[in-house]
């Protein structure tokens, strides 16, 4: 990434929050993440990791509640540089990685494990924006593999959020949670109207029955993930 590149950095939509372009821009799942993370009590100085930290915003929301420790990870180059501006401009304990689980995992274990994957049904053009909100045809080209594997993040005791859309089967990740040996359920729930991504699938959501017809909204959901002591 050239230092132009870097210099270009763009204030995302709440004022504070850098990103560079082509850089997930927080929004409506963003903040329902970050302030049901800010209630969900969490321990003082706890280890947490955001998965698929895009800009770094949920972590810099984890500062806010007293972790000793953050760890920020993504698979795209340009979120990390933009997580590690956030990070440095504020002086925070974050550590940023690239890379998936694997990454994750060799940085753990975490008390608290947050995500905000891509979820969008679709299957994408390739480029690197669209990996921003490509979920695969079922929403759960990630969600999936993290239901699954979350637990093995997790320290006894600890809990995972992970937010998505309903289309992306809000039942389906709590019963892979469960099915991991977590209890969980889904604890925070907001409307929103389509963005332009949602917006140009409708059709493609319609089709495949995952919205009504004329369906011009979508529920945001944050499931919470229990690992017993």
């Known amino acids: ?11 995302a939509t709440r004022p504070g929050v850098l990103r560079l372009p082509g850089v997930y821009a927080p929004q409506a799942d963003t903040w329902l993440l970050a302030d049901t993370l800010r209630t ?4 003082n100085g706890a280890k947490i990791l955001d998965y698929c930290t895009g800009s770094g915003a949920v972590a810099l929301a984890a500062a806010d509640c007293g972790a000793s420790e953050i760890v920020a990870v993504d698979v795209s180059t340009r979120a990390v540089v933009s997580a590690w501006l956030n990070s440095w401009w504020r002086r925070l304990p974050i550590r940023v990685a690239r890379g998936g689980l694997d990454v994750a995992r060799r940085r ?3 008390d608290v494990v ?7 049904p679709i299957s994408g053009d390739g480029t690197a924006q669209s990996r921003n909100w490509d979920g695969g045809p079922s929403g759960r080209r990630v969600v999936g593999p993290l239901c ?3 637990r093995s993040l997790l ?4 809990f995972a959020l992970i937010v998505h859309s309903e289309v992306a ?6 019963g892979e949670l469960r099915a991991s040996g ?9 409307r929103v109207p389509f963005g332009p991504v949602m917006s140009r699938q409708s059709a493609n959501l319609t089709a495949s029955g995952l919205i009504e017809l004329g369906q011009n909204w979508e529920e945001l959901v944050v499931i919470r993930g229990d690992r017993p002591d």
């Open 1 to 11: 990434m050239s230092p132009s590149e870097t210099v270009r950095a763009e204030r």
């Open 40 to 43: 969900a009590g969490v321990p």
């Open 108 to 110: 753990g274990p975490y």
């Open 114 to 120: 947050v995500a905000n994957p891509p979820y969008v």
């Open 148 to 150: 699954r594997q979350v």
């Open 155 to 158: 320290r006894p005791g600890g």
């Open 169 to 174: 089967g809000i039942a389906h990740t709590v």
């Open 182 to 190: 977590l209890k969980a359920a889904p604890v925070a729930r907001t």
